[in-house]
C-alpha cells in the first residue's frame, strides 16, 4: 500500500521526505510550549496563553498574502524564505527570557509559518497528477503525523522543567529540522516556480481571493469546513482536554494515552483509508467525516457521565474518542486537499491553498473560545450537544456540495459521468 500511495515523479517523493523530518523536529516541541514558557522562562499562565494566540492570529492575518506571493512569485520563492525564518525564530525561543522576547519569537515564527502550508501544498499539486494527488495528500499527513509522534516520544524523554538547557535543545533541533525541506527543495531547481503567467500575475491581492470566493463550490467547500473543524479539530486542544479531565474525570495521563491513541490510529489506517477511498465520491467521504466526528464525541459525552462511577470505563471512553477522531482525520487529510486543488486553477492555486489552511486559523480562534463557557453549562452536556450537531450538519453540507461538482471533481469515475451512446451499427 505504501509503494502505491508513493507519487511517480521522485520530486515528489522527496519532497515528502522533508515533511516527515521537519515533522520529527515539530513534534520535539509541539507538546511543551506552554510548559516552556511558564515553568521554565517563568512567564504566568495567561500572559503564556496571550503570546500563543498572538502567534495564531499573526498567522490567520498573514496567510491570505502568502497565497497572493505564491501565484505572483510561485511557491519556491515564497516556502524558502518562509522556513529559513521559521528556522531562526523557532531556533530564537531557545533565547526568550520575557514576555516582550516571547511576543516577538512568536512574531517571527508566525511570518515564517503563514505561507509554508499552503505553499507546500501548491508545490505538491504541481507535481502530482488528479489521478495521484488524493493518495499523495493523504501519505504526506499520515508522515506528518508519524514525524510528530516520534519527535514526541524523544523529547518526552529528555526534557525536564529543573534543566532548561534541555528545552534550548530541543528548540535548537526543532530549528534545524525546517532546513532540511529547505535543503530538499534547493536541491530541486526547477520545482515550485510559477504556476501560470500572463494576467493573473498581474491581478492585486483582493482581485483574486474575490474570484476564488465567487466559485460557488468552493464557497461551499469552505463552509463545510469552517463548520467541521470549529466542531472538530478545535475542539481538541481546549474542549477535548478539559471535558475528559473536569466532566469524566480523568486524569491527565489518560489524556496523553488518548492523544498517542490517536496518533497510532492515523499512522496505521491512513494507507488502507487511501486504498479504499480511491474512486469513491468526495463528498461522501467528507460527509462521512463528520458523522465519525460526531460518533468520538458522543462517545466522549458517555465517559462524562459515567465519570467517577467507572474511572476504567471512563478512561476507555476517552481514549476510544480520541481514536475514533483520528479516524476520521485519515478520511479528511487526502480529500479536503485534494478537493481544494481540484477546483483550483493553476493561476490561483496559492490563493486556493491559502483559503483552505485559514479554516484551520479562523476556527483555531473560535473552537477554544467557545469550549470554555460550553463546558461550565449543564456540566458539558450543552457543549457535547453542540459538537455533535455541528458535525452532523457538516455532513450535510458535504452532501450539498455534490451536486455541484464534476464526476471528476468529486473523485468519481469518469464512467459514471455523462455517457455518450454507442453509435448504432448501419
Known amino acids: 500500500m505504501l509503494r502505491r500511495s508513493l507519487p511517480r515523479r521522485p520530486e515528489a517523493r522527496r519532497i515528502l521526505l522533508g515533511t516527515l523530518l521537519s515533522a520529527i523536529g515539530r513534534g520535539l516541541t509541539l507538546p511543551f510550549l506552554f510548559i516552556y514558557l511558564t515553568d521554565v522562562r517563568g512567564l504566568s499562565d495567561p500572559r503564556a496563553g496571550l503570546v500563543i494566540g498572538w502567534y495564531g492570529a499573526v498567522t490567520l492575518?498573514?496567510?491570505?498574502?502568502?497565497?497572493?506571493?505564491?501565484?505572483?512569485?510561485?511557491?519556491?520563492r515564497v516556502v524558502l524564505p518562509s522556513l529559513l525564518i521559521e528556522a531562526i525564530g523557532t531556533g530564537s525561543l531557545a533565547l526568550v527570557?520575557?514576555?516582550?522576547?516571547a511576543f516577538g519569537?512568536?512574531?517571527?515564527?508566525?511570518?515564517?509559518?503563514?505561507?509554508?502550508?499552503?505553499?507546500?501544498?501548491?508545490?505538491?499539486?504541481?507535481l502530482t497528477a488528479d489521478?495521484?494527488?488524493?493518495?499523495?495528500?493523504?501519505?504526506?499527513?499520515?508522515?506528518?503525523?508519524?514525524?510528530?509522534?516520534?519527535?514526541?516520544?524523544?523529547?518526552?524523554a529528555i526534557v525536564d522543567v529543573a534543566r532548561p538547557v534541555t528545552f534550548q535543545a530541543i528548540y535548537l533541533l526543532d530549528a534545524l529540522s525546517y532546513l532540511t525541506p529547505a535543503v530538499i527543495l534547493l536541491t530541486l531547481p526547477h520545482v515550485g516556480h510559477r504556476l501560470a503567467a500572463?494576467?493573473?500575475?498581474?491581478?492585486?491581492?483582493?482581485?483574486?481571493?474575490?474570484?476564488?470566493?465567487?466559485?460557488?463550490?468552493?464557497?461551499?467547500?469552505?463552509?463545510?469546513?469552517?463548520?467541521?473543524?470549529?466542531?472538530?479539530?478545535?475542539?481538541?486542544?481546549?474542549?477535548?482536554?478539559?471535558?475528559?479531565?473536569r466532566v469524566a474525570e480523568v486524569t491527565p495521563r489518560v489524556v496523553a494515552w488518548a492523544l498517542a491513541g490517536n496518533t497510532l490510529m492515523i499512522v496505521l489506517a491512513q494507507l488502507l483509508v487511501i486504498r479504499r477511498m480511491e474512486g469513491r465520491s468526495r463528498t461522501g467521504g467528507l460527509a462521512v467525516v463528520g458523522a465519525v466526528f460526531?460518533?468520538?464525541?458522543?462517545?466522549?459525552?458517555?465517559?462524562?457521565?459515567?465519570?467517577?462511577?467507572?474511572?476504567?470505563?471512563a478512561a476507555l471512553g476517552v481514549v476510544a474518542c480520541a481514536a475514533i477522531f483520528g479516524f476520521g482525520e485519515t478520511l479528511l487529510s487526502p480529500v479536503m486537499p485534494a478537493l481544494t486543488n481540484a477546483l483550483a486553477t493553476d493561476e490561483?492555486?496559492?490563493?486556493?491553498?491559502?483559503?483552505?489552511?485559514?479554516?484551520?486559523?479562523?476556527?483555531?480562534?473560535?473552537g477554544p473560545v467557545t469550549a470554555g463557557p460550553l463546558i461550565g453549562a449543564a456540566d458539558g452536556k450543552v457543549w457535547v450537544a453542540v459538537v455533535v450537531g455541528g458535525c452532523l450538519a457538516a455532513s450535510l453540507i458535504a452532501l450539498s456540495l455534490r451536486p455541484l461538482l464534476t464526476a471528476i471533481q468529486d473523485g468519481r469515475p469518469a464512467a459514471t459521468a455523462d455517457r455518450t451512446p454507442e453509435p448504432a451499427p448501419a
Open 131 to 156: 489521478d495521484e494527488r488524493q493518495r499523495v495528500y493523504g501519505l504526506n499527513f499520515a508522515l506528518l503525523n508519524l514525524g510528530i509522534g516520534v519527535g514526541g516520544l524523544t523529547s518526552g
Open 61 to 76: 492575518a498573514l496567510s491570505p498574502l502568502g497565497g497572493t506571493l505564491i501565484d505572483r512569485f510561485g511557491a519556491r
Open 294 to 313: 460526531a460518533t468520538a464525541w458522543l462517545t466522549l459525552g458517555a465517559a462524562g457521565l459515567i465519570g467517577t462511577g467507572n474511572a476504567l470505563v
Open 97 to 101: 527570557d520575557s514576555t516582550a522576547s
Open 198 to 245: 500572463g494576467a493573473a500575475g498581474a491581478k492585486t491581492g483582493g482581485g483574486g481571493y474575490l474570484t476564488v470566493l465567487r466559485d460557488r463550490p468552493f464557497r461551499r467547500l469552505v463552509i463545510f469546513g469552517l463548520v467541521l473543524t470549529t466542531c472538530g479539530y478545535a475542539q481538541i486542544e481546549v474542549g477535548f482536554t478539559a471535558y475528559a479531565v
Open 348 to 366: 490561483l492555486r496559492g490563493r486556493y491553498n491559502a483559503m483552505s489552511s485559514m479554516i484551520f486559523g479562523i476556527s483555531g480562534v473560535i
Open 105 to 126: 519569537v512568536a512574531t517571527v515564527i508566525a511570518i515564517g509559518s503563514s505561507a509554508i502550508w499552503s505553499g507546500q501544498n501548491t508545490i505538491l499539486a504541481s
